[in-house]
């Protein structure tokens, strides 16, 4: 095995880890955008006075990348609005009033699955989607045109604070094995690598021992450093596989599957419950009660913010996501989405500015990809295109390294991506 791709040591403050899931009382209004994914924004399938049920569609799109939207509450729709969400975008939300009775829509029931083509169709009726954050529709994902040989397991959850898929694999670890096999049937795959960070320990024991006589799941486990989530670098630092520029995974034969994703698929296929709740992670200093909460999806972030003792009126900055690469948050209104693993509340924060570059180099020595951020953003300055694509600037996965090691405070992160979008796609 080559040597392991450079990286942070950061303080994971993994204050949650031993905080059990809570389950979050229903809010008496939801809002659930139509846009929770990667790709095109679904169409709502309901109108306003309609009446819904827990589990019942009320979005879809007929383009191929996206993925349909469920209801998580029974209750009545009482608003069709337009929605802005943290990245800017603007999708149509469906406002339903709940009634507290969490009816069960007939829509509800496992799929029938008797072989790929029906297994792929299943997940995508799920509403699946990444959990680890980036929301690619997982049935898109799971169909590559490639011969795939390896099926990753991302369960490194580098990010500080975050434990959500942590729980996950100390709460439900038989559904996650189950996911794990059910995935190595269905897509013909002859090994699976579940790969865990070594800052948890109970974790990797747990999976060691109910896989040791299974010759198809090996236990991976990863260096506690970051950001080892990424997909390029879980990919090479468990295989050696290197993902070129412009390939997918699949091109490299791996399939990258966030553990927390494998494990609702397997409900699924048990119970025809689709997408409609999530666990996530609240921490951060402004937080008197940090805990894992699984809400229904709409639910607003201030009602579970209130609920963990969150000192509202003292927040100066709200993070959907860890703080590497999470996305701050323009208010505590917006709802929980599907991509939603934590929710981070901060009043100790400064916003420091940015010097010029002293050329010190340590923003290339700690990326993962060895691109060279500092010579980008000059690039970038002076939009010399072909100069950005010589750097190799698409392969910035935007995992916030450069940034945090800056001493001149530069948003170099943040410039990569401002440069990728001048590159033209093909």
């Not at 007929?62 to 609005?81: C, E, M």
């Not at 951020?373 to 190799?392: H, V």
């Amino acid at each position: 095995m080559k040597k392991k791709l450079r990286g942070l040591k950061l303080n994971h403050r993994k204050n949650t880890e031993n905080s059990a899931t809570v389950e979050f009382p229903l809010s008496a209004k939801l809002t659930v955008p139509m846009s929770m994914n990667m790709g095109a924004p679904c169409v709502p399938l309901v109108k306003v006075g309609d009446e819904v049920k827990v589990g019942q569609k009320i979005g879809d799109t007929d383009a191929f990348f996206s993925v349909p939207v469920h209801s998580g509450a029974s209750g009545r729709v009482t608003a069709i609005t337009d929605y802005l969400a943290a990245n800017g975008s603007v999708c149509k939300a469906v406002e339903i009033e709940t009634d507290g009775l969490q009816t069960v829509s007939d829509e509800v029931k496992p799929p029938a699955i008797s072989d790929k083509e029906s297994f792929i169709k299943a997940v995508r009726e799920s509403g699946s989607c990444g959990l680890g954050g980036a929301g690619f529709p997982t049935h898109i994902k799971l169909n590559p045109k490639t011969k795939i040989d390896t099926l990753i397991i991302n369960a490194a959850e580098c990010e500080p604070y975050i434990t959500a898929d942590y729980r996950e694999m100390i709460e439900n670890s038989e559904d996650i094995a189950g996911g794990i096999k059910l995935l190595l049937k269905m897509l013909d795959i002859p090994k699976a690598k579940l790969a865990i960070e070594a800052n948890k320990p109970e974790a990797i024991e747990k999976f060691t021992k109910m896989t040791e006589n299974d010759d198809s799941i090996e236990v991976f486990t990863l260096p506690s450093s970051y950001p080892q989530g990424a997909e390029k670098v879980i990919i090479y630092n468990t295989t050696g596989k290197i993902v070129k520029e412009g390939e997918l995974p699949s091109d490299e034969g791996v399939i990258v599957m966030n553990v927390s994703t494998v494990s609702f698929i397997y409900r699924y296929t048990k119970t025809g419950m689709p997408l409609t709740s999530r666990r996530l992670t609240v921490d951060g200093d402004a937080v008197g009660e940090p805990k894992n909460v699984r809400a229904v999806i709409g639910t607003p972030f201030r009602e579970i913010l209130e609920f963990c003792k969150t000192d509202m009126e003292n927040v100066k900055k709200l993070i959907g996501g860890g703080p590497m690469m999470g996305m701050s948050l323009p208010s505590a209104d917006m709802p929980v989405v599907k991509t939603t693993n934590a929710l981070l509340a901060v009043k100790s924060y400064d916003e420091r500015k940015p010097t010029a570059c002293i050329r010190c180099g340590r923003c290339v020595n700690v990326c993962p990809l060895g691109i060279m951020p500092a010579e980008i953003e000059r690039a970038y300055k002076i939009r010399n295109i072909e100069e950005l694509k010589s750097l190799k600037v698409t392969l910035c996965m935007n995992c916030g390294s450069c940034t945090y090691v800056c001493p001149a405070n530069r948003k170099l992160a943040e410039t990569n991506q401002l440069a990728k979008m001048l590159i033209p796609r093909k």
